[in-house]
């Protein structure tokens, strides 16, 4: 690990401030991924803001029947809340399927969304990667990609977002809130927050320089039956090769977000307008475009039997008639 700084900020928009003017800077909360991409001499950051002093750890009642949960939060706190566990399960199963107890206990809300891929190439700093040295090209296309990108990537990039809980805030229509350095705030809805490779897959999600993730915010209950659906290469610690939230309506309508197979939770909603007619109908609309290798085709009927499973606990028939 190189040598690098280190300071408390006092304010939300101080350590804004703080990073934006500091080339290399970067914020730290509880350091489950950053610290070990620091190790491995990935992230180089010359200075570090810690922001786990700035009272983001709560959960809170929004005006319009939400909640709003803090950056700080802890994983465990977030799954274990009587009102998350309630009217957002969908989002209490996620978290739960993410990780180790321990993990949990330190991981924050802002830093699971934040976090970065766990393709192989990008961790091997004696392979290329455009997302971790731009124009180095990736070694992913054309290597080993089991784990990897099915649709929305790109000639530059074929990593996945590895995370569980942003896949179920995606299905719950969250909403990002943030601070930049001159104090000002913006919500940024959970679609539109990580980006998809195209030419610069560098870049993880829509935040500007200095810009503090502040909080995440869930629109008020939507009801039905909650569902989080995880496919993985071991029972335990081990991200996703496919993963299905999906909220069910008694009625047979729903919303899906797909995880382990894009850059970004993977959602379409004109897809979940075939929920009555089965897993098979949605699928087809929801994988439209993908574009697997030889090692990862398997992912993409892997996502309609993903689905079918959840809509077969929900009690709906799993594939078109």
């Not at 408390?8 to 804004?16: D, G, N």
């Not at 934040?114 to 091997?124: A, E, K, S």
């Not at 850059?263 to 979940?272: G, I, S």
């Not at 993409?300 to 009690?315: F, I, K, S």
Request: with cysteine; aromatic share 6%.
């Amino acid at each position: 690990m190189k040598p690098f700084t280190y300071e408390r900020a006092k304010t939300p928009a101080e350590a804004a401030a703080i990073v934006a003017g500091r080339p290399g800077a970067k914020f730290i909360a509880g350091g489950t991924n950053l610290l070990d991409l620091m190790k491995l001499e990935i992230e180089t950051p010359t200075h570090l803001v810690d922001v786990q002093d700035l009272k983001l750890d709560r959960i809170e009642a929004t005006r319009e029947g939400g909640l709003r949960i803090g950056a700080n939060v802890t994983n465990t706190a977030l799954a274990s809340d009587d009102r998350v566990r309630r009217d957002y399960a969908v989002l209490t199963k996620a978290i739960v399927a993410g990780a180790s107890g321990q993990l949990r206990n330190k991981a924050s809300t802002a830093g699971n969304i934040l976090q970065r891929t766990r393709c192989p190439y990008f961790y091997d700093p004696n392979q290329p990667c455009n997302k971790r040295k731009p124009g180095s090209g990736c070694a992913a296309i054309g290597g080993y990609s089991r784990q990897l990108a099915v649709i929305g990537s790109s000639d530059a990039c074929i990593a996945t977002f590895p995370g569980d809980m942003a896949v179920a805030l995606r299905v719950l229509d969250a909403t990002v809130e943030t601070v930049n350095p001159q104090g000002g705030t913006r919500s940024i809805s959970m679609a539109d927050f990580h980006r998809l490779p195209g030419n610069t897959p560098q870049f993880d999600n829509t935040l500007q320089r200095g810009e503090l993730l502040t909080s995440v915010t869930l629109p008020k209950p939507i009801g039905g039956q909650h569902f989080y659906n995880k496919v993985r290469d071991r029972a335990s610690y081990a991200y996703a090769l496919v993963s299905v939230a999906a909220v069910i309506q008694p009625d047979g309508t729903g919303r899906v977000a797909v995880g382990g197979v894009a850059h970004k939770p993977w959602r379409v909603e004109a897809a979940e307008a075939a929920m009555p007619q089965g897993s098979r109908a949605v699928a087809t609309r929801l994988m439209a475009g993908a574009k697997p290798t030889a090692d990862n085709a398997f992912k993409v009927p892997l996502v309609e039997r993903t689905l079918g499973a959840v809509m077969h606990d929900a009690g709906m028939k799993r594939t078109a008639a």
